[in-house]
């Protein structure tokens, strides 16, 4: 398992690199690195700018590089926008999140910390929740629930309840103002935002259990939907309610 040193090893040599690399215009620590709040498990999060048309050779040098000299075993992408993160694993257990975007999109997106290290950031993004995205979820994650139940199929069942648990957690951090996306502001919210979701965890794969849970995960959404468009739950809720208690 790496060590707060090795890590801050890693760090320093992949900084070096972006400082070296005349593609790179940009490079900015993001996650608990910016935001002083490393411990010795977070991993490493870094933002980078490259020039207009380089970005799938910056990506492709730079993973050979990961490989190469620091060890990965495995990556992944994830694209928002014009970025692309690649996520890598090194040998030791290490998390490499690296992001790429062009140099005309380099800046903080939302109210997550963004420390540049080097070269200019166009100004913040805000972040953008659509919660009625996010209400369509939830009324298509209750259905398929109820599906899964009189199917007998509780292991799906039990994935359609914690997704819209999820889902109306994201919409009460969005309203109280915290970090929605991956429930990263969850943990902040006050006990009586959640104390209803509390009921709504799944503690058996038993179809009363899945009910149950079922119940009071549609309840505590169309509650919270009610905060953000009333119409809405005036519509949705009476019909959800009915499917979950009939």
């Known amino acids: 398992m790496f060590t707060p040193d090795s890590r801050e090893n890693v760090r320093h040599q992949l900084v070096e690199r972006a400082q070296g690399d005349s593609r790179i215009t940009a490079a900015a620590l993001t996650g608990s690195a910016a935001r002083k709040a490393e411990d010795q498990w977070s991993d490493i999060d870094l933002f980078l700018g490259v020039t207009g048309g380089a970005t799938t050779q910056v990506l492709s040098d730079w993973t050979t590089y990961l490989y190469d000299e620091l060890g990965a075993v495995h990556h992944f992408d994830l694209l928002a926008g ?3 993160y690649r996520a890598f694993l090194l040998g030791d257990l290490l998390e490499v999140d690296l992001g790429f975007t062009p140099a005309s999109a380099f800046g903080p997106v939302g109210d997550g910390a ?9 100004g913040r993004k805000p972040a953008v929740t659509d919660t009625d995205h996010l209400a369509g979820r939830c009324w298509h994650h209750v259905l398929h629930a109820h599906v899964c139940i009189q199917r007998s199929t509780p292991w799906q069942a039990e994935y359609w309840i914690s997704a819209l648990r999820d889902n109306t957690l994201t919409l009460i951090s969005h309203r109280l103002g915290h970090p929605g996306d991956f429930l990263k502001g969850a943990d902040q919210l006050p006990a009586e935002a959640t104390s209803s979701l509390r009921e709504a965890l799944v503690r058996g794969l038993d179809a009363a259990e899945l009910s149950r849970a079922l ?3 549609t309840h505590a959404f169309v509650a919270e939907l009610r905060h953000h ?7 949705l809720g009476p019909r959800l309610i009915d499917v979950v208690t009939g």
Do not use: H, I, K
């Not at 963004?114 to 166009?122: D, I, M, P, S």
């Open 114 to 122: 963004f420390e540049v290290l080097f070269g200019q950031a166009v």
């Open 82 to 84: 014009p970025a692309t």
């Open 229 to 235: 468009d009333s119409r809405l739950a005036a519509v």
């Open 215 to 217: 119940r009071s995960a």
